[in-house]
């Protein structure tokens, strides 16, 4: 599977358009983080629990697009894009949407 | 009265563990930032001609980073009388350069000779509710191109 955020693949012809692709998935962090969270918003500096969790949420969101992808037989997926909302305070949604094709 | 010394230690702690933190982190990001110069991250979206036979995989770097306590009273007071809020500014610099990073660090792993197409994207995690955890999601993502 090849995952990229160019339109294309130099050196590879695209044989099959096959749609748009999405994977998301909804965290919340939890109480423990969410203390040293607390503390670290005095004295500043990286979340590093925080920032674990997000990007731990994000490959899952790639996976099930992924996922997605490898079902309705694509080989590749193109033209990803990331968005992140917060849906409530302390919850967040990762979102990952692409172009599935097949590559020659 | 109590109150107020919980305050005032808690602007002092604030403002000199805060700006310790920020300008170690600043250090740091400029050594690094010199170390990966020769991983160009480029913003178009077109290669050039002569990279047709390459490989390229999505690699993406994320960083949140938290504000500390003098920061957010100080933006405070901005509020009252607008313009700009440099505090925040450093912050948010920091974090875009720490995530620009964190994406290049992983296309040095592959050995990777260019990032093309790069996308930032930022993201408050709390949105400044009173008593919530202020701090700024910074991902960046693109395309490492491996050449041949």
């Known amino acids: ?31 423990g983080r969410d203390i040293m969270a607390g503390f670290k918003n005095i004295f ?61 | 009265m109590f109150e107020l010394i919980i305050f005032l230690v808690l602007l002092f702690f604030g403002y000199f563990v805060g700006q310790y933190l920020e300008s170690s982190h600043y250090k740091s990001i400029k050594a690094r930032e010199k170390e990966l110069n020769s ?26 980073i938290s504000v500390d306590y003098f920061k957010k009273f100080v933006a405070g007071l901005r509020i009252l009388i607008g313009g700009r809020v440099t505090t925040f500014e450093s912050l948010i610099d920091r974090a875009r350069r720490e995530a620009i990073l964190r994406m290049k660090a992983e296309a040095a792993q592959l050995d990777a000779n260019y990032v093309f197409n790069i996308k930032m994207e930022t993201s408050s995690i709390s949105k400044g509710q009173k008593d919530s955890i202020g701090s700024v999601e910074v991902l960046a993502y693109g395309t490492a191109i491996i050449l041949k």
């Open chain 1, 44 to 104: 500043g500096g990286e979340l590093v629990g925080y920032t674990e969790l997000l990007h731990e949420s994000r490959e899952e969101a790639i996976n099930r697009m992924v996922e997605q992808a490898t079902s309705i037989g694509a080989n590749s997926v193109l033209n990803i894009r990331f968005s992140t909302s917060s849906i409530t305070q302390g919850a967040s949604e990762l979102f990952v949407y692409g172009t599935a094709v097949v590559l020659e």
């Open chain 1, 1 to 31: 599977m090849i995952l990229s955020n160019l339109e294309y693949v130099p050196g590879k012809q695209i044989t099959k358009h096959l749609g748009l692709v999405q994977g998301s998935t909804v965290r919340s962090k939890h109480v």
């Open chain 2, 39 to 64: 991983i160009p991250a480029i913003a178009t979206r077109k290669l050039p001609e002569e990279f047709e036979a390459c490989e390229t995989k999505l690699v993406s770097g994320n960083v949140v």
